[in-house]
């Protein structure tokens, strides 16, 4: 997915949670769900951050993006 589509998909997520028809057992499913996607998000956002700081502490003319993956 893309990290978009995983920000909506946990706005779902937290939408479903609020509402009274799920089940225990779905209300499990779907923390766990959102938790796995926050995870994964939270690593996107701290790979980003670094090729910023790379971008930023480098010389504008020799800048390099490095990926961190």
Same mark, same amino acid.
């Given at each position: 997915?893309?990290?978009?589509?995983?920000?909506?998909?946990?706005?779902? &997520?937290?939408?479903?949670?609020?509402?009274?028809?799920?089940?225990?057992?779905?209300?499990?499913?779907?923390?766990?769900e959102?938790?796995?996607? /926050?995870?994964?998000?939270?690593?996107?956002? /701290?790979?980003?951050?670094?090729?910023?700081?790379?971008?930023l502490?480098e010389?504008?003319?020799?800048?390099? &993006?490095?990926?961190?993956?």
């Amino acid at each position: 997915m893309s990290f978009e589509k995983d920000v909506s998909r946990i706005e779902e &997520i937290a939408q479903k949670l609020n509402g009274s028809d799920t089940t225990l057992e779905e209300s499990l499913a779907l923390f766990e769900e959102g938790m796995l996607l /926050t995870k994964a998000l939270e690593k996107t956002l /701290t790979e980003a951050k670094r090729k910023v700081e790379v971008i930023l502490s480098e010389d504008t003319e020799t800048a390099e &993006i490095t990926s961190f993956e």
